[in-house]
């Protein structure tokens, strides 16, 4: 079992700036991919951004490829989503996921396989 905490939500003005950390206990954090998540109200949960174990692959949605940035620390089982140039748009709760060794962009890989944290509220205000 994984668990994972996020912290660092907030409120902010668009173009403003956050940084999100998750922090992860319970198993080999090495051993983990690491995702960043996001749901807005009436709306899906949707893929925001992955790194590989070692961090040396990432992956991007779209909407954020260029604003946001995942970034992990295996020696503080943590991982990181830099946020800036925020749009209102991007008002969601997010939400870290585990996946055990590989790192994808399918949002449905981290449903059928994965740990998540409680999620952290963004809200970005025009």
């Known amino acids: 079992q994984v668990q994972l905490v996020e912290s660092g939500g907030g409120l902010v003005q668009a173009g403003g700036s956050l940084r999100l950390s998750c922090a992860a206990s319970?198993?080999?954090?090495?051993?983990?991919?690491m995702g960043w998540f996001r749901q807005a109200p009436g709306k899906e949960r949707e893929f925001v951004a992955a790194i590989s174990r070692s961090g040396d692959i990432t992956y991007y949605a779209d909407s954020v490829k260029g604003r946001f940035t995942i970034s992990r620390d295996n020696a503080k089982n943590t991982v990181y989503l830099q946020m800036n140039s925020l749009k209102p748009e991007d008002t969601a709760v997010y939400y870290c996921?585990?996946?055990?060794?590989?790192?994808?962009?399918?949002?449905?890989?981290?449903?059928?396989?994965?740990?998540w944290g409680q999620g952290t509220q963004v809200t970005v205000s025009s």
């Open positions: 996921a585990a996946r055990l060794w590989v790192a994808t962009p399918t949002r449905a890989d981290w449903v059928e396989n994965g740990y």
């Open positions: 319970g198993r080999t954090f090495s051993n983990y991919a």
